[in-house]
Each structure stands twice: as C-alpha cells, then as structure tokens.
Nanobody
Framework: QVQLVESGGGLVQPGRSLRLSCAASGIIFRAYGILWYRQAPGKQRELVAS???????YYTDSVKGRFTISRDNSRNTVYVQMNSLKPEDTAVYYC???????????????WGQGTQVTVSS
C-alpha cells in the first residue's frame, strides 16, 4: 500500500551532479518529514539530508553547500540535488518518510528500496 520509490542514481565522475527523487504513494505526503540516508560498503548508515513537513531542511556537514533537498507536495516527491560529487559520496541512498504532524500516526516510518550512486573516474 505504502510505497517510496527512489530514482536518479547512477555512475558519475567526480565533480558532476545527480538529482535523486523519492516518490511516495499511500500516505498523506505533506504530513511526513522526508529523510535521505546513505550506506556505503563497510560503513554505517548515515543521515544525509532531511526536509520536514513544514519545509525545514537539515544537512550533514559533509554535504553542506553541495546537496539541496526540496519537496513538491503536489507531486508527492522529494528531490535531492547533488552537486560537486565526490568519490566518498558513493553509496546506496535510501528515502525515509516519518510522520511529523497530526495528519498521520505518530511514529509511522517507511523506507524505499534505495538507489545506487557511484562517483568514480
């Protein structure tokens, strides 16, 4: 019923850009904060960026100034524009939706299947 589908990953050279998308269905999208995590081989899962139901954004220090998260509630989609990509950005990127207000059940949490981003020469 609930689906989060990530897209936009791929193989790029360092310094280039990608835009990831997270498209949701089966939830009241505007009620959820959306978080992007990534996990590289041998590393712990890391919160990369998030955007609240009200539009407030967060970025981990390593991506500040390079990544921009945004949401289009009319399309039930969140985007992460990733610029100046570095090899250390290589990971599987996962979209997470977390209930953030009264329009959804407190604690509701959903995950997508992930999209691979590889930054390599």
């Amino acid at each position: 019923q609930v689906q989060l589908v990530e897209s936009g990953g791929g193989l790029v050279q360092p310094g280039r850009s990608l835009r990831l998308s997270c498209a949701a269905s089966g939830i009241i999208f505007r009620a959820y904060g959306i978080l992007w995590y990534r996990q590289a081989p041998g590393k712990q899962r890391e919160l990369v960026a998030s955007i609240s139901s009200g539009g407030s954004t967060y970025y981990t220090d390593s991506v500040k100034g390079r990544f921009t998260i945004s949401r289009d509630n009319s399309r039930n989609t969140v985007y992460v524009q990733m610029n100046s990509l570095k090899p250390e950005d290589t990971a599987v990127y996962y979209c997470n939706a977390h209930c953030s207000n009264f329009l959804c059940t407190s604690g509701s949490d959903y995950w997508g299947q992930g999209t691979q981003v590889t930054v390599s020469s």
